[in-house]
């Protein structure tokens, strides 16, 4: 989000990150003050970031622009994306993609939907509160797998696709 300042630390956090070869992206109005004081460090950085405006069609054309940025599309049953839900995506040392996804409405379910992840294997679902690992109903699609599920109220998903498990076992 837009942010007038920001501290030193972050600051120094993010200069070593863009460094490092990551991608910064700044939410206009940037930043011109450090520790609540005017500093050039914070205009240097931000002359070298990406600026986009409070605009989530912006946010989405910055990101898409990187190829090595894997999106997952959570989708309802009329085909449209599925806001009120969170996701993080991540890949452990052995290869899996593991994806959690969190609903954000507390009053009602989410009806059917499509989880479309960019990662070709064979899904699980893990449940959280049990412990249970699950075959999730997914099946394989030219950019990875469709996995279909529901989100209830104030619920959440993890799918786990296991890229080097037969998917005939």
């Excluded at 003050?33 to 605009?55: P, R, S, T, W, Y």
């Excluded at 040392?93 to 059917?112: E, M, P, W, Y």
Aim: charged share 25%; aromatic share 6%; with cysteine.
């Amino acid at each position: 989000p837009p942010a007038h300042t920001l501290r030193k630390s972050t600051c120094e956090m993010l200069a070593k990150f863009a460094e490092a070869g990551g991608k910064v992206i700044f939410v206009e109005p940037t930043p011109s003050f450090v520790n609540a004081e005017k500093c050039g460090c914070i205009m240097e950085l931000v002359a070298k970031c990406a600026k986009v405006g409070l605009d989530r069609a912006e946010l989405v054309k910055a990101l898409s622009k990187d190829k090595t940025i894997r999106k997952i599309a959570v989708k309802a049953a009329d085909g449209k994306e599925y806001n009120p839900c969170l996701y993080m995506m991540r890949q452990d040392k052995n290869g899996r993609a593991i994806v959690f996804i969190c609903h954000t409405l507390q009053d009602r379910d989410s009806g059917d939907l499509t989880v479309e992840i960019p990662v070709d294997g064979v899904v699980h679902e893990w449940d959280a509160i049990t412990g249970a690992v699950y075959l999730a109903d997914a099946q394989k699609t030219s950019s990875g797998v469709k996995v279909k599920t529901v989100l209830y109220g104030t619920g959440s998903r993890i799918f786990v696709v296991d890229t080097k498990q037969n998917p005939n076992f």
